[in-house]
C-alpha cells in the first residue's frame, strides 16, 4: 500500500499505520519560508522544486496556508489560488498541505462559521491535507472546518498547540486528543500532529508523550511539527520516531537556518542509522537541494535579523514563524536593540497569562511585550526596563502575590497591562474561547480593565463557543461591496480572498490589474528590475517566449523618469512617476471615493464647461435635487451631464469652471440631508424671500 | 443632357482627415491623381499627411479654425494647383456654401450640387422633396414649437415620437418622447441642444417607428441624369443613433422588396437632380412598411460593405461621375452574391458611457488576412487627438453569406490589437456573438436593449504589456517596493 492523493484519508491513514517506514512532510516552500525568508520566496522559484518533490516519496508538501497567504496578496502579489492550483498540477502524485489556524482561516480574524465553511470549500480541490490547530486547544473552534475537510473527502489533520510548561502535562493532551478524535470520528481517517512550533520539546519529553497518546490510542497515526529554534530538532525528531511518531516534518538542506525546520537529509541519515527505514527517493531530494541552493541567494536580504539557534526559546517560546515578522516590525520601528528585553518580557508574560503562543496567540503576545518595553523604554531608558523585568521575575517567584511588594511595586505591576490591546481584552474576556488552564489571577483584571474589573468579568467575559455566538456574514452584501470597490463582478475566488483580507485583496486586484501575473517573471527581476542597459529578461507566457529588453532610463523631469524597454521587438516609453512626485501629485489631483456617498466623480476625462444647468449657477452651500444637473463636462465635442446622486448641500466644489478633469476625479463633494432636513432647509429658505 | 468632354484631374484636394482622407487617397493614386491634404496642428504626424502626396497647413486643432473654415481649405486647394475637393463625411461635407465656394473659385466639388446639398440639410424640405417624388415618408409635423402641437400629434399618430433638428445629422440632435408628460421638458432640451450642436435651434416631430430596422440605398447618378443603386445597407446597430455596425445586405429584405425600394430610390434620385453618390436612408417597420427619412449626400462611413460586395469604387465613381464620365452600367449588371459587414472601431469607453479614449497608441496589430479589410486612419505611435470624431479604424469582413462574414468578422475583431486607448473592440465582439445579432432579429434598439449584456466583457490590456509597465517601474525605481 503506498500513499497518493487520488485516495480516501482512511486508505491513506491505514496505509500510514500498517507501514513500518516513516515519512516526512517537507515544510519548505510554507513554513521554512516563512520562520526563516519572511515569507518572500516567489512562486517562480518554488514551483521549480514541484517536479522532484513530486518524486521524493515524501507523505506531503506543506505549500499553502499560515501567514503565506497574506504575504502572497500583500506583498508577493501571488493569487492564492494560483498558487494552490499551479502546485496541484506541477505535483499529482504527492498531498499537499496546508495550515488553517481554526476560527482565523487564514487571516488574523475570527470569521464566522459560513465564511469558514465557504472558504475551506474553495480550496478543496487544491489541499489534501490540512492541518489544523487552535491557539487555545479548544477543541470546538476546530469543528466547522474538520465537518468541510472530511465531508470533501481530504485529510483532516487537527494538530494540538503543544509547549513546555507545568501545565502541559501528559493528562492534560490526552485530554485534547479525546476532544480532537471525537469531533474527527475516532482515530481512522484522521492524523493527529503534536505543533511544536517554537521548538521547545526536548527528545525525552516529545517520546513521553507520544508514547503517552498511544497507550491511549494504539491506532493513532501521529506526526511531528517542530521548529528548530532551540538547536534540539534532529535528535527529538529521531526520539519521536522511535516513540512510533509515523510522520516527521524537515525542510531541504539548503532551506535550513535557525528558526524553521530541521534538514532532510541529517534527519533521514540518523533514523537510517537508528534502524528506522524512510521512503525517500533520495536524488529527488537532492535535485530538490541543488536548485535551492541556485536561488535561495536571491533572499539573504529577507534572512532573519538575528542569526543563530536560541534555547532561551524555552522561556519565551516565540514560535518559528512568528520571528520573522517580528524582527521585521522591530527594525522598521527602530526598537530592534529591545528585541532581548522583548523576549524576556514573554517569559514572563507567559507566566501571568497561560495560552500558546501561535496564530493569534502569538500577535497578541508581540504587540503586548513590544508595547510594555517600548513604553517603559521612553519613560525612563533601559534602566526602567530593566527595573520593570526584574520586579516580574520576584512577582512571579513570589506566586503573583501582590502582598508581598511595596506599594509602588503594587502600583508598578497593576500599571503592566494599563495599556492592554483590544486583542488582549477580548482574549481575556473569552472571545477566542475559554483559556486553556483556567483565567488568569484578578490582579491581571485589574491591570488590564481598571477599576471596573469585576463588574467587566462578570458581564462580558463567557465561556462557551466564540462560534456560536457569531452571526454569518452576508455574502451577497459583501459581494456588492467588493464590486463596488474593483469595478467589475468580482469571482468566486476574489470574493472567498476579501472575506479574509478586505484591504489586501482590493490591493492585490488594483496590482494585477495594472501590472498583469509578474509571478512569470524570474526572482531577480521581481526583486530589483532590470540594471544594466542592453540587459534582458526572458520569460514565457502561455507557452509563448517573451523578450524585453531595457534601452534607457531617462533623467527625472518634474517627478518623471522614462522608461524606454524594446518589448518582444517593438520599442516602447514608459513614464514612471517618481515616489517624491507621487504625493504631490495626488495633492494635485483628488479622486472620488466611491464608497464615500456624496463624492461625486467625474464620469470621463474632459473639461468643466459648467458647473450646474443652463439656469443655474451653482456655489458651494447650494442646495440640489437628486437627478438635477450640477455640472457638464465636454469631451471630443460630447458634453456629458454629471447628475447629483442624491438630495443634498453642496460642501464643496472640487474644480474650477473650464478646467481639464480626468476620469474618476473628484467634482463636488454633496451633503445628503435628511428628509426633515429638506423640508426645513427648503422652509427656512422661503423665509428669508419673504423677509 | 448631352454627355460633354470629361475633364481632367491631375491633383485633389481632399477636405479631411483620418480614415476616409487615407481611403480617399488610394484610390487616387489608382487613378494617377496626386493628392493634397490639409491638417491641423494636432494633425501634423497624422497619417493622412504622411500619406499624402502634399500637404497644407490649415490651422490650429479646433475644427473650426482648419478643417471647417471654408476661406482657408479652398485657398489651400487653389494654392496647390488642385483641380477638384473631396470633402469625404463630416465637416464640410453637408455643407453647400462649401459646394457653392468651391465652384466660386473654378474647383470641381466631388459631390451633388450645392443646391442640392442646401435642400438635403433641411430636413423638411427633404421630406417635402422625396414625398413629391412618391416616396412614402414618415408622418411627422415641421416646425414645432409648442408642447401641445407635440401632444397633439402623439395622440394623432400614436406614442411615441421622435424630435429631430432641422440641422441635424449623423443622427445627432434626436430625442424620442414616449408620452405627453415628456413633450415640454423634452422639447426644451432638444432646442437646447441643436442650438448648441448646429447653430440652429429649429426643430421637428415625426412617429418614431416602434421596432424599426435602417435600411440604406447607395445610389450612383452621372451628369446626364442617368441613375442606378448598389443595393442596400443595413445599419440598425446604433447606438443613440450612432452606427456602429453596418451590412450589405440587409438579412430583412428579399428580392422583390428590394427591387421595389430600388426603383423608389433611383426615381427619387433623378427627380433631386442628384449627382455623384448618395444615400437614401428608410426606416423599415416591422410589417415591412418603409418610410423615407433622409438623403445623405456625400460618402458614407459604411460605403465599404457596398463595395465589398459589388466590386465597384464608389469614390473612383464619385471622381468619375463628378468630372463628367457618364455611368456605364446598367442596373442589371450589378449582381450581389455576397455578403459584408462592417464594424467600426472607435477610440472610446462603451463601459464609461462611450466617454471618448484619447492618448497615444503605443502599440498597434492591425488586421489583416483573407477576405477582411481595414480602412484606418491610425499607426503604432500616432496621437488620437480630443478634437474629431472618434472613428479610428473600421474593419470590414466578407463571405459568400452572412455566416461566414460573421466568422471572419470575429477572426478579424480578434486579431486587431491596440495599447493605449480604449476601444469599441470588446464590445463589438459581444455584438458578434449575441444570438439575435447572428440570427438578424434585431431593430435599431438592439444595442439600448441589450446594453448590459453587451458590456458584460472584462477589458484588460495585454498581459505581456503590463508585465512591461511592471518591470519599467521597478527598473526606474531600483528596487521593487512592494514586496519591500
Known amino acids: ?691 | 443632357m448631352p454627355e460633354s468632354q470629361p475633364k481632367t484631374i491631375r491633383k485633389l484636394f481632399i477636405a479631411n482627415r483620418g480614415e476616409i482622407a487615407c481611403r480617399t487617397i488610394r484610390t487616387c493614386w489608382e487613378l494617377g491623381i496626386r493628392t493634397v491634404v490639409g491638417y491641423s496642428d494636432c494633425d501634423a504626424l497624422s497619417y493622412h499627411v504622411k500619406l499624402s502626396d502634399e500637404a497644407v497647413h490649415l490651422g490650429p486643432s479646433p475644427a473650426a479654425l482648419s478643417y471647417m473654415d471654408i476661406a482657408k481649405v479652398v485657398d489651400a486647394a487653389r494654392r496647390t494647383g488642385c483641380e477638384a475637393v473631396f470633402p469625404g463625411y463630416g465637416f464640410l461635407s453637408e455643407n453647400a456654401e462649401f459646394a457653392r465656394a468651391c465652384r466660386d473659385a473654378g474647383l470641381i466639388f466631388i459631390g451633388p450640387s450645392s443646391e442640392v446639398i442646401a435642400r438635403m440639410g433641411d430636413k423638411i424640405a427633404t421630406k417635402q422633396t422625396l414625398a413629391d417624388a412618391g416616396v412614402q415618408i414618415i408622418p411627422g409635423l415641421p416646425r414645432v414649437t409648442s408642447a401641445d402641437q407635440m401632444v397633439k400629434f402623439g395622440k394623432e399618430v400614436g406614442w411615441p415620437i421622435i424630435i429631430k433638428a432641422v440641422a441635424g445629422g449623423g443622427g445627432r440632435g434626436m430625442h424620442r418622447v414616449d408620452s405627453a408628460d415628456q413633450a415640454k421638458a423634452a422639447l426644451e432640451r432638444a432646442v437646447s441642444i441643436s442650438q448648441k450642436l448646429f447653430g440652429r435651434g429649429e426643430v421637428y416631430v415625426e412617429k418614431y417607428i416602434r421596432g424599426a430596422r435602417h435600411i440604406e440605398f447607395q445610389f450612383i447618378a452621372d451628369a446626364y441624369g442617368r441613375v442606378i443603386h448598389l443595393g442596400d445597407r443595413e445599419c440598425s446597430i446604433q447606438r443613440r443613433h450612432q452606427k456602429l455596425v453596418e451590412e450589405a445586405p440587409s438579412s430583412l429584405l428579399d428580392d422583390r422588396l428590394r427591387n421595389e425600394m430600388g426603383h423608389v430610390v433611383v426615381k427619387a434620385a433623378k427627380e433631386i437632380g442628384y449627382v455623384t453618390a448618395g444615400t437614401l436612408e428608410f426606416l423599415v417597420a416591422p410589417d415591412r412598411r418603409y418610410y423615407a427619412i433622409e438623403v445623405n449626400p456625400r460618402i458614407q462611413v459604411e460605403h465599404t460593405v457596398t463595395e465589398m460586395i459589388v466590386g465597384l469604387d464608389i469614390i473612383r465613381m464619385m471622381i468619375r461621375m463628378a468630372v463628367g464620365t457618364p455611368l456605364r452600367f446598367r442596373q442589371e449588371e450589378i449582381r450581389i452574391t455576397s455578403h459584408a459587414i462592417q464594424c467600426r472601431v472607435n477610440a472610446e469607453d462603451p463601459k464609461n458611457d462611450f466617454a471618448p479614449s484619447y492618448g497615444t497608441v503605443t502599440y498597434l496589430r492591425q488586421v489583416s488576412g483573407p477576405f477582411v479589410r481595414a480602412d484606418s486612419g491610425i499607426f503604432q505611435g500616432c496621437e488620437i487627438p480630443p478634437f474629431y470624431d472618434s472613428l479610428i479604424s473600421k474593419i470590414c469582413s466578407v463571405g459568400k453569406d452572412r455566416p461566414t462574414a460573421i466568422e471572419r468578422m470575429r477572426r478579424a475583431l480578434s486579431e486587431f490589437n491596440i495599447w493605449g486607448v480604449k476601444t469599441t473592440i470588446p464590445l463589438l465582439k459581444k455584438i458578434m456573438d449575441h444570438p439575435d445579432f447572428v440570427s438578424g432579429r434585431f431593430d435599431t434598439d438592439f444595442i439600448d436593449e441589450h446594453l448590459a449584456e453587451l458590456l458584460d466583457y472584462v477589458e484588460d490590456e495585454d498581459e505581456i504589456l503590463k508585465i512591461s509597465r511592471f518591470i519599467a517601474e521597478i527598473t526606474a525605481l531600483g528596487k521593487n517596493p512592494y514586496c519591500r
Open chain 1, 1 to 691: 500500500m503506498t500513499i497518493h492523493p487520488s485516495k480516501s484519508p482512511r486508505e491513506n491513514v491505514a496505509a500510514l499505520r500498517n507501514d513500518r517506514r516513516v515519512y516526512f512532510t517537507n515544510t519548505g516552500p510554507r513554513d521554512t519560508g516563512q520562520s526563516d525568508y519572511k515569507n518572500r520566496h516567489t512562486l517562480y522559484d518554488l514551483i521549480r522544486l514541484a517536479p522532484f518533490y513530486n518524486r521524493s516519496g515524501y507523505f506531503s508538501i506543506e505549500n499553502h496556508g499560515g501567514a503565506r497567504f497574506h504575504q502572497n496578496l500583500l506583498q508577493n502579489m501571488i493569487d492564492p489560488f494560483e498558487e494552490a492550483i499551479l502546485w496541484k498540477e506541477r505535483m499529482p502524485d504527492v498531498m499537499t498541505q496546508t495550515l488553517v489556524r481554526s476560527t482565523n482561516l487564514w487571516g488574523y480574524r475570527m470569521y464566522p462559521r459560513n465564511v469558514i465553511r465557504l472558504s475551506v470549500k474553495a480550496f478543496l480541490p487544491y489541499v489534501d491535507v490540512w492541518r489544523c490547530f487552535d491557539f487555545l486547544n479548544y477543541v470546538p473552534n476546530m469543528i466547522p472546518i474538520a465537518e468541510e475537510v472530511m465531508k470533501g473527502g481530504k485529510l483532516f489533520q487537527p494538530a494540538i498547540s503543544f509547549s513546555v510548561s507545568e501545565d502541559c502535562t501528559d493528562a492534560y493532551y490526552r485530554k485534547v486528543t479525546d476532544e480532537i478524535l471525537r469531533i474527527s470520528g475516532g482515530t481512522e481517517s484522521v492524523i493527529l500532529c503534536i505543533k511544536d512550533m517554537a521548538g521547545v520539546g526536548s527528545p525525552g519529553r516529545i517520546a513521553q508523550l507520544t508514547d503517552a497518546l498511544l497507550q491511549k490510542y494504539p491506532d493513532l497515526v501521529i506526526q511531528y511539527h517542530r521548529h528548530a529554534t532551540d538547536g534540539l530538532a534532529v535528535p527529538a525528531l529521531a526520539a519521536a520516531a522511535r516513540a512510533g511518531v509515523k510522520i516527521l516534518d524537515v525542510t531541504d538542506d539548503p532551506f535550513t537556518r535557525y528558526y524553521g525546520h530541521a534538514p532532510v537529509r541529517a534527519v533521514q541519515a540518523l533514523l537510517q542509522e537508528m534502524g528506522i527505514d524512510t521512503r525517500l527517493d533520495l536524488p529527488g531530494v537532492d535535485k530538490a537541494a541543488e536548485a535551492i541552493t541556485g536561488f535561495i541567494g536571491h533572499y539573504q536580504e529577507f534572512e532573519s535579523q538575528f542569526r543563530g539557534f536560541s534555547y532561551k526559546v524555552t522561556e519565551h517560546r516565540m514560535p518559528g514563524g512568528a520571528f520573522p515578522s517580528s524582527f521585521e516590525q522591530a527594525a522598521k520601528g527602530g526598537f530592534l536593540p529591545l528585541m532581548p528585553y522583548i523576549l524576556r518580557g514573554m517569559s514572563n508574560g507567559n507566566r501571568f497569562i497561560e495560552y500558546f503562543d501561535v496564530t493569534p496567540g502569538s500577535q497578541i503576545t508581540w504587540t503586548t511585550w513590544a508595547g510594555i518595553i517600548q513604553y517603559h523604554y521612553k519613560e525612563g531608558g533601559l534602566k526602567q526596563v530593566e527595573d520593570l523585568l526584574d520586579l516580574c521575575e520576584r512577582f512571579i517567584a513570589r506566586g503573583q502575590s501582590l502582598d508581598a511588594f511595596r506599594p509602588e511595586e503594587k502600583e508598578a505591576l497593576l500599571g503592566l497591562y494599563a495599556r492592554a490591546t483590544d486583542d488582549l481584552k477580548n482574549l481575556l474576556l473569552g472571545k477566542y474561547g475559554p483559556l486553556p488552564f483556567g483565567w488568569p489571577a484578578d490582579w491581571v483584571y485589574q491591570s488590564v480593565f481598571g477599576d471596573g474589573w469585576r463588574e467587566k468579568i462578570a458581564k462580558d467575559r463567557f465561556e462557551e463557543s466564540p462560534l456560536a455566538k457569531k452571526s454569518d456574514e452576508e455574502i451577497g452584501r459583501v459581494r456588492e461591496e467588493l464590486q463596488k470597490k474593483i469595478e467589475r463582478n468580482p469571482t468566486e475566488e476574489e470574493l472567498v480572498l476579501y472575506l479574509q483580507h478586505p484591504g489586501a485583496v482590493v490591493d492585490f486586484i488594483r496590482f494585477r490589474t495594472r501590472f498583469g501575473n509578474t509571478t512569470v517573471l524570474p526572482t531577480g527581476i521581481w526583486f530589483d528590475g532590470l540594471k544594466a542597459f542592453g540587459s534582458e529578461v526572458n520569460f514565457e507566457t502561455r507557452g509563448k517566449p517573451n523578450t524585453i529588453k531595457l534601452i534607457s532610463i531617462g533623467q527625472e523631469v518634474d517627478g518623471v523618469k522614462h522608461i524606454v524597454l524594446s518589448v518582444n521587438s517593438t520599442m516602447h516609453v514608459f513614464p514612471v512617476e517618481m515616489p517624491s512626485h507621487k504625493t504631490v501629485q495626488k495633492a494635485g489631483t483628488r479622486f472620488a471615493d466611491p464608497t464615500v456617498s456624496g463624492q461625486v466623480a467625474s464620469p470621463i476625462m474632459g473639461n468643466v464647461w459648467r458647473i450646474g444647468d443652463k439656469d443655474r449657477i451653482l456655489k458651494t452651500g447650494d442646495i440640489v435635487k437628486e437627478g438635477e444637473e450640477i455640472m457638464n463636462i465636454e469631451a471630443m465635442k460630447v458634453e456629458t451631464a454629471v447628475l447629483a446622486p442624491g438630495h443634498g448641500v453642496i460642501r464643496e466644489i472640487a474644480v474650477k469652471l473650464n478646467e481639464a478633469v480626468v476620469e474618476k476625479q473628484l467634482l463636488m463633494v454633496l451633503e445628503e440631508l435628511p428628509p426633515e432636513e429638506q423640508k426645513r432647509t427648503r422652509r427656512s429658505k422661503t423665509n428669508k424671500k419673504t423677509r
